[in-house]
């Protein structure tokens, strides 16, 4: 049985309520997988071999700072690539930043993890997701990423950490 599956048959809707958070600790502790990935590439000196991230975050979620013209355009939600074309990768413990250029204009984008909804890695169909912070239950619709676009492969290795809380 494979992690997600795991964390989501223990999770299931049939178990009593809790008053530990799980779901919250989860979320936090799959996060902090993606903040050492990105800092592992930092430091490194790029991304090793074929691998690239796909990360969609909110974009209206408290510490996002990203460009007004992308907020305008991607009012809810949005998804970037890290692939080829960035620069200035750097990582904390609580969020990252990083140089993309979109439609050929250079930004800085800073992204906590908190706002960090998925994260795909399609070179070896890694896959995490996450709840929004204080969103919707589903993510909006939203466009391809401007700076580095293409088809996302199926089937892949997915870690769904989306909970659906007892009230």
Not at 70 to 95: A, Y
């Amino acid at each position: 049985m494979g992690l997600g599956a795991l964390v989501q048959c223990i999770m299931s809707d049939a178990l009593p309520d809790s008053l530990i958070p799980y779901d919250e600790i989860v979320q936090e502790a799959l996060r902090a997988v993606v903040g050492r990935v990105l800092g592992s590439i930092a430091g490194g000196g790029g991304l090793p071999g074929e691998h690239h991230f796909y990360i969609t975050f909110k974009t209206q979620v408290p510490g996002v700072d990203i460009p007004k013209r992308l907020i305008e355009r991607f009012p809810d939600e949005m998804t970037i690539v890290l692939q080829n074309k960035f620069w200035d990768l750097k990582v904390d413990e609580t969020r990252f930043s990083v140089g993309l250029s979109f439609n050929q204009v250079p930004s800085k984008l800073v992204i906590p993890y908190s706002a960090i909804t998925g994260f795909h890695d399609p070179a070896v169909n890694f896959e995490l997701r996450f709840q929004a912070a204080d969103g919707p239950d589903e993510p909006e619709p939203h466009d391809e990423a401007e700076n580095d676009g293409g088809p996302r492969d199926d089937g892949s290795n997915v870690v769904s950490v989306d909970f659906k809380r007892k009230k």
